[in-house]
């Protein structure tokens, strides 16, 4: 048994204001075989662009404010908040309150969603997450 903590992994910066810290999954220090966990700080106006993925997912708000879009539908988010998202759904979260949003995601199966390279290579943009929930 060995015990880990977050705040020592450095994590990815997204061009989409927010950094994810894989904390269970390939290329974080525990890889468990069937799910992927993460700790994601999203700065103010920063956001996870709208995406979907084969994956069923949870996100847990741990800090901050925030608005989820599912399909068509926008919810508020705040501290304690979590919601389930099905397979292949579109979603979107974005902070848009004064502070940091931290939460904590964990799909499954496991794998590395492809919305991740996808913003890493310019596909999906900060502008276009902006605008899907100021609708």
């Known amino acids: 048994m060995k015990k880990y903590n977050v705040f020592d992994i450095k994590?990815?910066?997204?061009?989409?204001?927010?950094?994810?810290?894989?904390?269970?999954?390939?290329?974080a220090p525990v890889e468990a075989e069937g799910f992927v966990m993460g700790y994601v700080t999203i700065y103010p106006g920063g956001s996870v662009p709208l995406h979907s993925h084969e994956q069923e997912e949870v996100y847990l708000i741990l800090k901050g404010n925030g608005e989820i879009r599912i399909k068509d539908k926008s919810l508020s988010v705040k501290k304690g908040d979590?919601?389930?998202?099905?397979?292949?759904?579109?979603?979107?979260?974005?902070?848009?309150?004064?502070?940091?949003?931290?939460?904590?995601?964990?799909?499954?199966?496991?794998?590395?969603?492809?919305?991740?390279?996808?913003?890493?290579?310019?596909?999906?943009?900060?502008?276009?997450?902006?605008?899907?929930c100021q609708e």
């Not at 979107?92 to 290579?121: R, S, T």
């Open 82 to 132: 979590y919601v389930y998202i099905s397979p292949h759904q579109e979603h979107h979260l974005m902070n848009n309150g004064k502070e940091d949003l931290v939460m904590i995601f964990c799909y499954a199966p496991k794998g590395v969603v492809e919305h991740w390279n996808q913003e890493k290579h310019g596909h999906l943009k900060h502008k276009e997450a902006m605008q899907c």
């Open 11 to 27: 994590g990815t910066d997204f061009p989409a204001g927010r950094n994810t810290k894989v904390i269970v999954g390939p290329g």
